[in-house]
Structure formats: C-alpha cells, structure tokens
C-alpha cells in the first residue's frame, strides 16, 4: 500500500468537479476514491489500494482493464486517422467496418442497419426518433406513444428521462416529452400477484396488453424494456415474458425496442439480452459493451422492417434528420472492433453464463444473513436486494447506510461493489474468472459478519 503523499494535491482539487447523480452539497465536502489504474479485472486507487472491479467501471468494461490490443487499435487510428465526420454521404473505414461486424454479431437478431452516436443515451434517444420517423413516413404520425417499465432506466436525455421508471427521475426536470407510460415490471420477489414465475409473465404481458388497448393501439408507436433492468435492480423477468411481449407488439403492429445497453454484447450470457429470451426485437440500443468503454460509444441497431422502408422512401418523408457530431467517431470505432474481436475470440457470453452461474451460487450462500432479501441475477450480472425484515420484505429506511456499510467492508477487503439505496449491484468483467469472483464472495461475507456483529452489539 502506498503512503498516500501523492495524491494530497489532487485531493486538494476535488472540489470543482460535480459527479453524475450525486447531490454537489453532499460531495463538495467529501473525498471521492480516486481510481488511478486498471489491468485486467483490478483497479488501484490513487493510494494504491487494488480492487476486483465488480462494477467494470460502470456495467461497461466487459473484456477487462487495459487491454494491450484496444490500446494497439486506438493508437494506431489516432497515427492514421483521429476524427472524421460520417454525415451525409461522407464516413471512414473504421466506421463501416464497425456497422458490419455488429450486423454480423447480431445477424441472428435480424439487426441490418446501425446508426452511431456517442453513448447509451444517444442509443435510445436515437431508438425513439427512428421509431416515430418509421410511423410518420407511412403516414401515421398519430403514433407518438411511447410504453416502457417501471424500474427502467433508459438513460439521461429528455427521452430517456420521460421513460425512466421511478418518479423522481421524471419529476426533477419536468415537464418531460409528452406520451410516455408505465406498465409493471415482472419482479418475482415484489408483485402484488403471485410467487409463480410464469404467471407473473403472462400477467404483466397483460398489464402491456391493457395499457395498448387503453392508450388506442393506433397511437403507440413502440415499447421499450431492458432485456433484463439493470440499475433498476437486476430484475430477471420470467422465461415466457419477452415472447409474449413480442406476440403482443406483433398483434398490434407496434415496435419493440430492446434497451440493451448493458445487456449487449454478452453480459447476460448471450450475444445479446433479448436472444436470451429467444425473441428479435425491431431496435436495439447498444453502448457500453460496443467497446467495453475504452472510447464513449452508442449505437442503435434496427431490422429489416425498418432498413426496408427507410431505405425505399426517398426524402423529404424519409430524411433521417438526427445526427450527432462524434456519430461514429474513428478511434471509438477502433477501439469497438477491436473489444468485439475480444468478445468474439473468447466467447464473453460464454463466459458470462458460466461465470454468472458461479457467481450467483456464490452469492445465494449470503441468503441467511438478516437483511438479505433477495438474490438475482443473469450471467454476470446481479443484486441482492436489502430488506429491513425479511418476513414481511419490509424494505431498508430511504436514510439507511447498511449498502453503503457493506460497500465500504468489501473494498476493505478487495472488492468494489455498488450500493444504491437497498441495492447492492454486481456487473464484474465478463473476463472474469470463478476465483476473481470467490474475492467478491469473500469481501461480502466479511462485509456481512461485520455488519451484523456491529447491529448486534447496539442492539444488546
Ligand atoms: C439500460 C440503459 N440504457 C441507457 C443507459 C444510458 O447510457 P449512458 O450513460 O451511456 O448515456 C444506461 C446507462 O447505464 C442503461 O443502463
């Protein structure tokens, strides 16, 4: 462990930085962990304290820190070419190269045609835009609705944020866009419903049925889901959801759009999110995994049905009028292509499932200990929920500090972990192997002695 001196001038400074959704009151006055380092599935910090990243930064890095070939890729783009504009008819190689190879990956999912951006937010604002472009051209500009989950997150933007399922998120900058609905999301552990896995998927297909039939299908123009809700909690829905999902879509002609920012690209065990539930959706929205967050990234991915009618009306009805400067910026690119030889090369989804499954085993050994909830999860990534009673699933008091606590213990103990609100979130690289995952498991059993003893000892 280092003394620390360097990094006191830095610490110094911290102050004129405000961070992604944290209150600037609350972190003015505190000292951010600073992340200086990565290789492979660890970080330092700037005391060079080293971590297992159970994050992968922030869902993203899947094929690991500082990989030698993404950093060969970007250096060499950035000798030969370091930016370019891809409007109108103009592009570069890096940039096309990249649209074919993720068709090709995703050929299975009928994704034909890919439109770039710079991050996940642009993905679904993209994803939005085509989908109501793709009714307006046929003359049915009355489908503007938009039907997503509760839970969901959908990214920042203005689109993203009049999705997004929790109250807050939408509130605090309203008004947000118009047309934007909520059905329930199929959680297993907390539905007023049932405790039957497969009746709870044909329930909340037919909570998205009712709500087609009660907005008029003939004004909504799509609906839109994570595969499986990542920040929302890792919420796992049933096997039978995402094809009866699809059915209805079909039955009512409207577009499905699969978030599938986190899950692309191998986090959940496969390819992508929505192949693992069997189904090909119209759109998919893909960032983080495209290059494992080496370089910022979006894209949004559509099938046949919508290149077809793009691509046969000429403009003005057919003019894609949405572009972003950094759509597919070269050295982004390279460095996609080079993390998805990666994915590739050593089946990430693969590994994911395996890995996962070892990971989640792990984690079910947790289960007896007093705020445990809930464990869930899907290849590499998943939570456990903290509840205040585990009888009655009393959730955690809004101000408790037990995820905080036991995110503290485990990077304590070698592992950084995400504790949001009663959630503790697990996204480790998809490189991971079981004995980086067995440091994770470790971490929080020590996490959860110590946090009980202390609970223990002030309630004696
Ligand atoms: C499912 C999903 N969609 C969209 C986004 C937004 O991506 P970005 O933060 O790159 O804008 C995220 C980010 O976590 C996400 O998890």
């Not at 996940?120 to 003359?139: F, N």
């Not at 079981?434 to 000892?457: H, M, P, R, S, Y």
Request: charged share 20%; with cysteine.
């Amino acid at each position: 462990m280092a003394d620390g001196q360097a990094t006191r001038p830095l610490n110094d400074r911290t102050k004129y930085m405000w961070h992604p959704m944290s209150s600037p009151m609350l972190t003015h006055n505190q000292t951010p962990l600073i992340i200086e380092r990565g290789a492979g599935v660890n970080i330092w910090d700037a005391d060079g304290n080293k971590y297992f990243d159970a994050m992968s930064g922030l869902w993203c890095v899947n094929v690991g820190h500082c990989r030698p070939e993404i950093r060969t890729a970007i250096t060499d783009q950035l000798d030969q070419l370091e930016y370019h504009n891809s409007f109108l008819n103009m592009t570069h190689s890096k940039a096309v190269e990249l649209a074919a190879r993720i068709t090709g990956l995703l050929a299975e999912d009928d994704m034909q045609r890919v439109f770039f951006s710079s991050g996940g937010s642009d993905a679904v604002e993209s994803a939005l835009k085509i989908a109501r472009l793709y009714w307006r051209i046929q003359g049915k500009a009355e489908r503007t609705k938009f039907i997503a989950l509760e839970n969901c997150y959908h990214g920042m933007h203005f689109g993203g944020t009049a999705l997004n399922g929790t109250a807050i998120s939408r509130t605090a900058f309203g008004p947000t866009v118009a047309d934007c609905y909520h059905v329930a999301t199929p959680n297993l552990y907390r539905n007023p419903w049932t405790s039957d896995a497969e009746e709870l998927g044909e329930i909340c297909a037919q909570q998205l049925e009712r709500q087609i039939i009660a907005q008029n299908p003939a004004t909504v123009a799509a609906f839109i889901a994570e595969p499986v809700q990542g920040i929302g909690g890792v919420i796992v829905p049933p096997a039978n959801y995402w094809p009866r999902v699809r059915e209805i879509c079909d039955k009512y002609g409207i577009l499905l759009i699969s978030d599938e920012v986190v899950t692309g690209f191998g986090r959940s065990g496969a390819m992508s999110g929505a192949r693992g539930w069997g189904v090909k959706p119209d759109i998919m929205c893909l960032a983080k995994g495209l290059t494992s967050g080496y370089i910022p990234m979006g894209a949004t991915a559509v099938n046949s049905r919508i290149a077809q009618l793009f691509e046969s009306t000429p403009p003005p009805q057919g003019l894609l009028l949405h572009g972003y400067t950094y759509s597919g910026h070269p050295v982004a690119a390279a460095a996609g292509l080079a993390s998805l030889d990666i994915v590739e090369r050593e089946d990430l989804p693969g590994n994911a499932r395996i890995v996962g499954d070892h990971m989640l085993n792990g984690l079910m050994e947790l289960r007896d200990y007093a705020h445990v909830g809930d464990i869930r999860g899907k290849g590499l990534m998943a939570a456990i929920e903290l509840v205040e009673d585990r009888k009655t699933k009393a959730p955690l008091a809004p101000t408790s500090q037990f995820g905080n606590q036991i995110a503290a213990i485990c990077r304590e103990n070698g592992a950084l972990v995400r504790a949001v609100g009663s959630l503790l979130i697990f996204s480790p690289p998809l490189v991971s192997t079981t004995q980086d995952i067995d440091i994770l498991i470790n971490a929080l059993k020590v996490a959860f002695e110590t946090v009980d003893a202390k609970l223990g000892a002030a309630m004696a």
